[in-house]
């Protein structure tokens, strides 16, 4: 029998190159744990997707086995079974919706497909309680860049914008790639830039002028400010003169996160929505949430952000958006359930 007061859920998420399993009961976190394959695509600087399955089939039984050790359950204990089945990368994706289905079918569990975006959202239910709906919400990751509309995390996502081009994640690998860093580039630019002047060089704040209001109101577009970063290395290396790097990776992570942060607060002021909640794995860069603690605050926004271990892939995500569909009872997804790689973030329950 389903507790659907404080169901316990266990999620599994493999839409790119973490493999993360973990067991909610509630909005309480009980097991967690993630299995990288980062290290095996540092040399191809970016995530290729046949390693990536790959990675994913020799880790997902041991990263389950970890997760219900850790939460002290069994199978037998287990509510549901929630599975990310889109976005992301289509083999990656089958891995886990495959050993979902096998879970669920082998124990007599429902089974939940659920959207990997509307997680990176739900995630922060277990560390400050349910949200006060709507709320606006700033995703930003490796592949996605969107400002939501959230008037129910279950039942009605509104896609406002999107990165036209670029990811603010890729943004930052191409640029660590420009300046000779390791992938990935995030947490090396954010070390170095701390080292930095952010003021040093100008570079550009994309769709962020009056011309642009109308069309691309919430939208975001990192392309031309890597191309700047570029064309400002290839002036200093004509010029014989010395790279500051930790000037550039400054100036380069200010303009990325004055953007994010600047839309974020006028979507919620815009919609009169007094609250943020912020998600994805740019989301851990200390220059975005310095911005963000700053602009919230000054506006009166209440800004949530989930601890650094929940920013990134992890199947904490995907068990906190399972056990709130759960709570709210809606249907399960069936056994034929499939995988979307380009799943919108409208659609928080996918079914066959």
Not at 276 to 302: D, S
């Amino acid at each position: 029998m389903v507790d659907v007061t404080e169901p316990l859920v266990l999620g599994i998420e493999s839409s790119c190159d973490e493999t993360g399993v973990a067991v909610v009961r509630g909005t309480k976190l009980l097991g967690h744990s993630v299995a990288s394959s980062v290290e095996e695509h540092v040399r191809f600087g970016g995530v290729v997707p046949e390693v990536a399955s790959r990675a994913h089939l020799e880790a997902i039984v041991p990263t389950l086995d970890r997760a219900l050790a850790e939460a002290n359950v069994s199978l037998a204990d287990i509510d549901a079974i929630a599975v990310t089945s889109g976005p992301g990368l289509t083999g990656a994706l089958l891995v886990g919706v495959a050993a979902a289905k096998a879970l669920a079918f082998a124990n007599n569990k429902p089974l939940y497909g659920v959207n990997h975006l509307a997680a990176h959202v739900a995630v922060d239910q277990l560390e400050h309680g349910r949200f006060s709906e709507p709320m606006i919400a700033l995703l930003v990751s490796g592949g996605h860049t969107e400002i939501l509309k959230v008037n129910d995390i279950v039942t009605d996502i509104e896609l406002l914008g999107g990165t036209i081009d670029d990811a603010a994640g890729e943004a930052f690998d191409k640029v660590a790639r420009l300046l000779g860093l390791p992938y990935p580039g995030g947490p090396h630019i954010d070390r170095l830039a701390r080292e930095g002047n952010p003021k040093a060089i100008d570079f550009p704040r994309a769709l962020t002028h009056a011309k642009d209001i109308e069309k691309y109101r919430w939208d975001f577009s990192f392309s031309g400010l890597k191309s700047a970063v570029a064309r400002h290395v290839q002036r200093e290396q004509a010029a014989g003169r010395e790279l500051n790097i930790p000037d550039i990776a400054a100036s380069f992570q200010d303009a990325v996160c004055d953007v994010l942060s600047r839309k974020a607060v006028e979507a919620c002021l815009h919609f009169e929505i007094p609250r943020l909640v912020v998600g994805g794995g740019v989301a851990a860069n200390g220059r975005l949430r310095e911005f963000l603690e700053e602009r919230t605050a000054a506006a009166g926004i209440e800004m949530r952000v989930p601890p650094l271990r929940l920013c990134t892939d992890n199947g904490a995500m995907v068990a906190a958006l399972g056990a709130e569909v759960v709570r709210r009872g809606l249907a399960p997804s069936d056994l034929e359930l499939a995988v979307d790689s380009g799943l919108p973030v409208s659609q928080v329950v996918a079914q066959r």
